[in-house]
Each structure stands twice: as C-alpha cells, then as structure tokens.
C-alpha cells in the first residue's frame, strides 16, 4: 500500500506526462502546419491565367487610358487610330499604293478670286462712267459697255480687263469690259456697271438689280499693246498690257539673270524698282496659262506700243 506522500508524487508524474504528451502533440500539429505552408500550390502554377481581381482591374484601367496614347492605341488594338494610321501613311507609304498629288488646273493657280466656267451672284447698280477710264488706267474707252468691279474680285486689279457675262433675272444680258474698281461698300460679286450699260438689262431708275455674272473669252481682231508709264527709265519702270482678251495673271521680264516677275500694283501696272529689265522682253501670262513672249518694247512713256499677239479664245 503506497503511503499518501507516494501516491501525491505519482500523481504529479502523471500530470507531467499529461502535459508532456499535450506539448508533443501541439508541437506536431505547428509542424505539420509549417511543412504544407512550405510546400508548392500546384493548382496557381496550373493555372497562371487566374489572375487577381485587383491584376483585372489594372488591365481594364490601362487599356481604358490607352487610347490617349496611339502607341498603346495601336498594340492593343492592332489597328491604329485614324490619327496614327494617317500618320504612318505619310511618313511611310506603301510602295505600290504611293498617294499622288492631285494636279489643279493651270487655271485655278493663275486666276485668283475669278475663275473661268464659274457663275457668280451679286447685284449690280450703275454710275456715270464719263470717257470710260478708271482705276485700271486703260485710258479713254470708245465702247463704253465697261464696269467697275467690287474691291474683293478686283484683287489688286487682276480683274483688270476681264470680259463679263452679266445676266439678269429678267432674262437679258449684256457683256462688259473691266476697266475699274468698285470700292466699298460694294459687296463680293456687286458690278457697278456704266449707266449705258446698265439700261441694257433695266430702267436706270430701278437703280439696282439682281445678277449673276462669269467671265468669258470674246472673239476679237486685235492684238495686244504695251505701255511704259510715266516717269519709266532705264533705272525705274512700271508696265502694262492693254487690249487683251484674257485677263493677265503675271507679267515678267527678261534679265540678265533671267526672267523675273514683277509685282502687280492696284492701278494695273506692274513695277521694276530697280530698273533691271526695263526695255527688254516682255512674258504675259493669262489665267488659262497661255504664255506670250513680246521684245521690240522701248521704255517711250506713256506711249502705246502695239504688237502682234493675242491669247486664245477659250
């Protein structure tokens, strides 16, 4: 029989096997825990693709903003944007589909505001026109069927000398000669016409009507003449072309360093301020292109030279 000292001392042996034995198992347990926590997960390296919400949520975020890059633009999407496709077009062209330019008329280039086979709308009113000259200084005009044109289509006068089908709305028509200008407040396409030609088409009283109006090309059976201004010289010199059918475009002139252009003045007279070129060859062009060569031209002042040039009817 154990004695009571005995059988305290088993029972606190008993109470550390106890303890012992749920320490090992705890142990175990956080073991265990550890070794799964360390080993790989098969099932994401499986399955890559899986992504996170958040990983989601970023691609949808850059390919929302991608479209304000045109480099993103064009890799998400595989076709660029209009604005970097044009872009690429450009810098790179294909070498079997290369964009031409589409060549203008020679017309377009060369007329300015007033381009042939085109109508234009405006009213026209009238004025005394007295001897027929004008800001174009053609000088005195025998047919007095002339017209002062509004200062946007007069264009630094290179409406000077233009013949124009005038109509009106009560179906008759008249066609005048430009000789000047028709400053504000006369509108784009407005015609002040010469009051001899303005009662073709109405009474002089209704003073003011509806027109269209577009150039034309007349038959004719004189040449062209040249003027020097006065005041021209060997050292300064302003030049004109008067009687031509067409409306002149330009005006060069011969130098020894070839031809050159001058510059057109609103009073119809195109200037050498340096006098290089002054009594030589003449190149009119008219707003068809048509190119006439003139020589034989003395720089004689306010003298109408004639010559034997005309452009073509068109």
Not at 186 to 203: E, I, V
């Given at each position: 029989m154990n004695t009571p000292r005995q059988a305290a001392?088993?029972?606190?042996?008993?109470?550390?096997?106890?303890v012992g034995a749920t320490s090992a198992l705890i142990a175990a347990g956080v073991l265990a825990?550890?070794?799964m926590a360390l080993l790989p997960d098969r099932d994401a390296d499986a399955e890559p693709a899986a992504a996170t919400p958040l990983a989601s949520t970023r691609v949808k975020a850059t390919a929302a903003g991608a479209t304000a890059t045109p480099t993103v633009t064009a890799s998400r999407t595989g076709s660029p944007t209009p604005t970097v496709a044009a872009t690429t077009r450009s810098a790179r062209p294909s070498p079997t589909h290369t964009p031409r330019p589409q060549r203008k008329p020679t017309t377009t280039s060369q007329a300015g505001r007033l381009?042939?086979?085109?109508?234009?709308?405006?009213?026209?009113?009238?004025?005394?026109?007295?001897?027929?000259?004008?800001?174009c200084l053609f000088g005195p005009s025998p047919d007095l069927m002339i017209a002062a044109m509004n200062t946007t289509d007069y264009e630094t006068s290179k409406a000077c000398g233009a013949y124009v089908l005038v109509r009106a709305a009560n179906g008759r028509s008249i066609t005048v000669r430009i000789t000047n200008e028709c400053p504000l407040p006369?509108?784009?396409?407005?015609?002040?016409?010469?009051?001899?030609?303005?009662?073709?088409?109405?009474?002089l009283?209704?003073?003011?009507i509806p027109i269209s109006w577009s150039l034309v090309?007349?038959?004719?059976?004189?040449?062209?003449?040249?003027?020097?201004?006065?005041?021209?010289?060997?050292?300064?010199?302003a030049i004109q072309a008067i009687g031509h059918r067409n409306p002149v475009a330009r005006l060069d002139i011969h130098t020894t360093g070839g031809w050159r252009q001058l510059p057109r003045t609103g009073y119809n007279y195109f200037i050498s301020a340096d006098g290089?070129?002054?009594?030589?060859?003449?190149?009119?062009?008219?707003?068809?292109?048509?190119?006439l060569t003139i020589t034989g031209i003395a720089v004689r002042p306010d003298v109408v030279q004639p010559t034997q040039v005309q452009f073509a009817r068109h």
């Open positions: 001392r088993q029972r606190r042996h008993r109470r550390r096997l106890m825990y550890l070794v381009q042939p086979h085109t109508t234009y709308q405006g009213v026209a009113t009238a004025y005394e026109a007295g001897d027929g000259n004008g800001a006369c509108a784009p396409g407005q015609l002040d016409l010469s009051q001899q030609a303005f009662a073709k088409l109405a009474d009283k209704v003073g003011r090309s007349p038959s004719t059976s004189g040449t062209i003449s040249m003027r020097y201004k006065t005041g021209s010289s060997p050292y300064w010199c290089r070129g002054c009594g030589s060859a003449v190149r009119l062009t008219d707003i068809y292109g048509e190119q």
